[in-house]
Every structure is written in structure tokens, then in C-alpha cells.
Nanobody, 128 residues
Framework: QVQLMESGGGSVQAGGSLRLSCAAD????????MGWFRQAPGKEREGVAS????????YYADSVKGRFTISQDNAKNTLYLQMNSLKPEDTAMYYC?????????????????????WGQGTQVTVSS
């Protein structure tokens, strides 16, 4: 059974940093697309960053380029999102996701329907 568990969220002031972690279990870590998405109240869930080791360079939403970095530690089965220079508009619930075989049509690396397995999320709140 695939399990994704996010952690590391919290409340910070604008300009601050946070590092999110996503502990994965139940599949071969490092061999699939993984991504970070976020959803603010009243808004659609949007792709923030994604990566697939050995397939391509990481992808980032324009709104986070130069501020966020996605990475993974295969020895720890963990995906990370380092978030620097945080802004109030980064406030959202952040979700980790993985695309496994059988997850349907590929819509792109930052498209929600491309990913079939999700964590429960971790809240990030940035105050001005």
C-alpha cells in the first residue's frame, strides 16, 4: 500500500524559510515522478515542483522558480521541498504526490491528474 506522509509545515514570516519532507513507503522510491502541489482556500490545487531522477531536470511553477528547490534522498525514501524567501501568497496546504504505473494519462509534470497517489498535506502559513 502506497503511503506518503508530509511534514515540516508551519507558520513563518515573509522572507523566511521552511523545508517540507515527504516520507514514502509501499513502492520503489526514486523510480517514479514525484511532486509537490499546494492548495489555498478557495483555489484549485496547483503544481509547485516535480522531479523524476534520471528522466529530466526538475520542473517548477513560475511563481516559485528561484525560491523553491525540490530534491530527494533515495536512502531515506524521502522527498523534500526547500522553500526560501517565502511570501504570503505561498500560504496553502502542501501535498506530496507520486505517479506510479497505471496512474492514467500523463498531462505534464505539474498537472494534478498526472499523479495518482497523494499524502494528507501539511499547512504552510506565511504572514506579512
Amino acid at each position: 500500500q502506497v503511503q506518503l506522509m508530509e511534514s515540516g509545515g508551519g507558520s513563518v514570516q515573509a522572507g523566511g524559510s521552511l523545508r517540507l519532507s515527504c516520507a514514502a513507503d509501499g513502492y520503489t522510491f526514486g523510480a517514479h515522478w514525484m511532486g509537490w502541489f499546494r492548495q489555498a482556500p478557495g483555489k484549485e490545487r496547483e503544481g509547485v515542483a516535480s522531479m523524476a531522477t534520471g528522466i529530466s531536470s526538475p520542473y517548477y511553477a513560475d511563481s516559485v522558480k528561484g525560491r523553491f528547490t525540490i530534491s530527494q534522498d533515495n536512502a531515506k525514501n524521502t522527498l523534500y521541498l526547500q522553500m526560501n524567501s517565502l511570501k504570503p501568497e505561498d500560504t496553502a496546504m502542501y501535498y506530496c504526490a507520486v505517479r506510479l504505473s497505471g496512474d492514467g494519462t500523463w498531462y505534464g509534470p505539474l498537472e494534478r491528474p498526472s499523479f495518482g497517489h497523494w499524502g494528507q498535506g501539511t499547512q504552510v502559513t506565511v504572514s506579512s
